[in-house]
């Protein structure tokens, strides 16, 4: 008998959440992203380490918001996953690295090991706006919880758990959460190493 391991769960949990019905664009990446992950039970590159983020306060209500699943399986190994915000500080977006934060489970530095893929979870606070910024990567989002808005390429619409949102590469792109924090699971494809810049 095989036993899960709660990174697995968590990781089964979002590759449920992030399959992407249709025929647009978005559902080709999901597929695209869901085929490039690691099988079910890789091992780890590194064992997981407490993390002290202040974004972990924003984690319960988020989870909960997000429905019994989540709740179940995030809020246990939480504290466990790596959350960093890792860009310079902005003087227009004071204390932005205490508001939001990703925590990358599968990438070329994260817990489970992609040279091809990066797949995470993102959280951002309540009335947080992440300021436009582009990166070479194709990301795909599917909001889990909070109401927000993304803008693309200058055009900006509202998002709800469920949806989905597709940064091309290289376009610009912004997120604001509203008043709720933001739990969204994110990929990234293409060139996954490149960073982002802000504009
Ligand atoms: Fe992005």
Do not use: Q
């Amino acid at each position: 008998m095989t036993v899960e391991s709660p990174l697995d769960r968590l990781l089964a949990l979002m590759r449920a959440s992030f399959v992407k019905a249709g025929a647009d664009a978005a559902a080709a990446e999901s597929a695209r992203v869901l085929a490039a992950l690691p099988a079910p039970g890789a091992p780890l590159a590194a064992p997981l380490t407490e993390s002290a983020h202040p974004l972990l306060a924003e984690v319960p209500e988020a989870a909960r918001a997000a429905g019994g699943a989540w709740a179940v399986e995030l809020l246990p190994l939480a504290a466990w996953l790596p959350w960093r915000y890792s860009y310079t500080p902005r003087p227009d977006a004071p204390g932005l690295e205490n508001r939001m934060a990703w925590a990358e489970l599968v990438g070329p530095a994260a817990p489970i090991r992609s040279d091809v893929v990066g797949f995470g979870l993102t959280v951002i606070t309540r009335s947080t706006f992440y300021p436009p910024h582009r990166h070479p990567a194709v990301e795909l989002y599917a909001v889990v919880a909070g109401a927000s808005e993304w803008t693309l390429d200058g055009v900006t619409r509202s998002c709800r758990a469920g949806d989905f949102i597709l940064h091309p590469s290289d376009v610009p792109h912004a997120m604001r959460a509203l008043d709720a924090p933001l739990l969204g699971i994110y990929s990234w494809t293409g060139d996954i190493v490149s960073a982002t810049a802000y504009l």
